[in-house]
């Protein structure tokens, strides 16, 4: 496989996921999925379920473990920081260790899978 499409397949993905939290992170929660039209605690599965793909991916592209929760530890930041720039949203070391645990149990996964599948 070219170089060229090996980043498209394997990377892509990464940066179209990346792409989708930024899109999310950069407005407002929609009032219906709000904690106060929910429950105590949602935003950690919000959290969970956009930063557990991101490891998985970022493992997929990379093959690095370490690499991939660095990578997704990183994002996770920056993520924050962009929404501490934001008059709707706000910076929160709990969602930062959440997007970290996240990442690294999709990296996890996706390591488990190969281990046991032998590849």
């Known amino acids: 496989m070219g170089h060229i499409k090996h980043f498209f397949v394997f990377w892509g993905p990464v940066l179209a996921w990346c792409t989708l939290i930024f899109y999310f992170s950069h407005h407002p929660v929609p009032e219906p999925m709000s904690e106060s ?59 930062m260790i959440v997007n970290g645990v996240a990442g690294f149990c999709g990296i996890r996964s996706l390591s488990l899978c190969r281990f046991l599948s032998g590849t």
């Open 37 to 95: 039209q929910t429950f105590k605690g949602v935003d950690i599965i919000y959290h969970f379920l956009a930063y557990a793909p991101l490891g998985l991916l970022s493992f997929r592209a990379s093959k690095h473990f370490w690499f991939s929760v660095l990578f997704v530890f990183l994002y996770g930041i920056s993520d924050e920081l962009h929404q501490s720039l934001l008059p709707f949203r706000d910076f929160e070391i709990k969602d």
